[in-house]
Structure formats: structure tokens, C-alpha cells
Nanobody, 121 residues
Framework: VTLVESGGGSVQAGGSLRLACVAS???????????MGWFRQAPGKEREGVVV??????TYADSVKGRFTVSQDNAGSALYLQMNSLKPEDTAMYYC??????????????WGQGTQVTVSS
């Protein structure tokens, strides 16, 4: 399984960014225990879950509810994160993960290389 993220960048507070993750070797049909998600890690802080999508549904972290929206392609092999109303505290390295577990746990079998999101005030 390979995960490749894109779409990070720098934006001012209140702005928007859209992250994308393309998975090779992971999809709804290939994995009965399907789970993909976005996680983030800010400097000096532990990695935290942002949103997880599995067969039970979608779960967002409280800190991003109402601002971030996740979507997928039909095969479940691409995961997108639309981030609106960004805040400086959203600054972090964002990682795509597959074969994960439900929030709040930040465990997964596969991780992407990460994409940096920086929000300035």
C-alpha cells in the first residue's frame, strides 16, 4: 500500500486549502476492514486524528467539525480534505493513513509522507 498526499501550503487565517491522498493497493473492495483518515502533527505535539472514514461512517475531531469536510472517490482509494476557515492552530504536518482505527486513536498500518499546512494570523 502506498499513500501519496498533495495540496498543502501556506494560507492566512480564514483561508482554505484542499488536501488529496491517493492510495495504491487500498480500496473498499480490497479491504473488508476499510478505514482511511487524515491525521496531523504540530511541532512539539503528539499526532492527532482529524477525520476517519470507515464502514461505520465518518468521524471528525471536535476541533475541525463544521470547518473541514472529507470526501472520497467511488472506489475509496482517494481521500480528500477540504479545509475552510483555517486557524493558526491548524498548522501541522498532515498525514493520510489507511487501515486505521476509529478516533481518538491515531493508529494505522499505512502512512503517507505528509504534507505541510501552515496558517498565519
Amino acid at each position: 500500500v502506498t499513500l501519496v498526499e498533495s495540496g498543502g501550503g501556506s494560507v492566512q487565517a480564514g483561508g482554505s486549502l484542499r488536501l488529496a491522498c491517493v492510495a495504491s493497493g487500498y480500496s473498499y473492495t480490497q479491504n473488508s476492514g476499510y478505514c482511511m483518515g487524515w491525521f496531523r502533527q504540530a511541532p512539539g505535539k503528539e499526532r492527532e486524528g482529524v477525520v476517519v472514514v470507515n464502514r461505520d461512517g465518518t468521524t471528525y475531531a471536535d476541533s475541525v467539525k463544521g470547518r473541514f469536510t472529507v470526501s472520497q472517490d467511488n472506489a475509496g482509494s482517494a481521500l480528500y480534505l477540504q479545509m475552510n476557515s483555517l486557524k493558526p492552530e491548524d498548522t501541522a504536518m498532515y498525514y493520510c493513513a489507511a487501515d486505521c482505527v476509529s478516533l481518538p486513536y491515531n493508529l494505522a498500518a499505512y502512512w503517507g509522507q505528509g504534507t505541510q499546512v501552515t496558517v498565519s494570523s
